[in-house]
């Protein structure tokens, strides 16, 4: 089981940039498609962006152009730059690490990003 530990977030005015840090421990980076997803208040967890071992991207249509997430194998983290950010980008983001070949997911601990003037 792959164990993730998040940094980043905080308070950011509109148009203004964060990145979140994704550390993952206790298992084969390769092995895991990392991704973001963000939660709202009152609403439902959704999927912000994935990135698989190749490099391959997938984001939501909310964030594209504005959102970059990338991986560092290295360093067995992966990250999530957010430019452009808006209001409606507030939420608790969380790292997700799927394992394709269990198909089990884990997750961090989530960080809150608030954007507002």
């Known amino acids: 089981q792959v164990h993730l530990v998040e940094s980043g ?5 509109p148009g203004g940039s964060l990145r979140l840090s994704c550390e993952a421990s206790g298992s ?3 092995l895991y498609i990392m991704g973001w997803y963000r939660q709202a208040p009152e609403k439902q967890r959704e999927l ?15 964030v594209k152009g504005r959102f970059t997430i990338s991986r560092d194998h290295a360093k067995h983290t992966a990250y999530l730059q957010m430019n452009s950010l808006k209001p409606e980008d507030t939420a608790v983001y969380y790292c997700n690490a799927r394992n394709v070949r269990t198909l089990t997911n884990s997750w961090g601990q989530g960080n809150q990003v608030t954007v507002s003037s």
């Open 9 to 13: 977030g905080g308070l950011v005015q």
């Open 48 to 62: 912000v962006a994935t990135v698989n071992a190749g490099g391959g991207t997938n984001y939501a249509d909310s």
């Open 28 to 30: 084969i980076f390769a």
